[in-house]
């Protein structure tokens, strides 16, 4: 059974850093697009940022500058680097992947848990 299993979450002051984790486990042949979304109470969940796997980056414009993305390929596993945290930053960060199941003939998109960032003084 493939899982993304997500790290690194907290409470930080404005102005922290912060470094979360994901990491896709089970019978997997392939994986291809990695990115970390977000939602905030009463907001809809929104990009983040993404990667695709020859390294191609996507961010949200709230977060150019500030937040970089990167993956270790033969870990299956994404991190997102985030500086300078705002208090707008504040939310429920979820994992995303498209991946290739080892028992399946079809990608597939899979979501993590998710882990609250909390930024606040």
């Known amino acids: 059974q493939v899982q993304l299993v997500e790290s690194g979450g907290g409470l930080v002051q404005p102005g922290g850093s912060l470094t979360l984790s994901c990491a896709a486990s089970?019978?997997?042949?392939?994986?291809?697009?990695m990115a970390w979304y977000r939602q905030a109470p009463g907001k809809q969940r929104g990009l983040v940022a993404g990667?695709?796997?020859?390294?191609?980056?996507r961010y949200a414009d709230s977060v150019k500058g500030r937040f970089s993305i990167s993956r270790d390929n033969a870990k299956n596993t994404v991190y997102l680097q985030m500086n300078s945290l705002k208090p707008e930053d504040t939310a429920v960060y979820y994992c995303y992947s498209v991946l290739l199941p080892s028992t399946s003939s079809f990608w597939r998109t899979y979501w993590g848990q998710g882990t609250q960032v909390t930024v606040s003084s």
């Open positions: 990667i695709t796997n020859d390294g191609t980056t």
């Open positions: 089970g019978s997997i042949f392939r994986v291809n697009d």
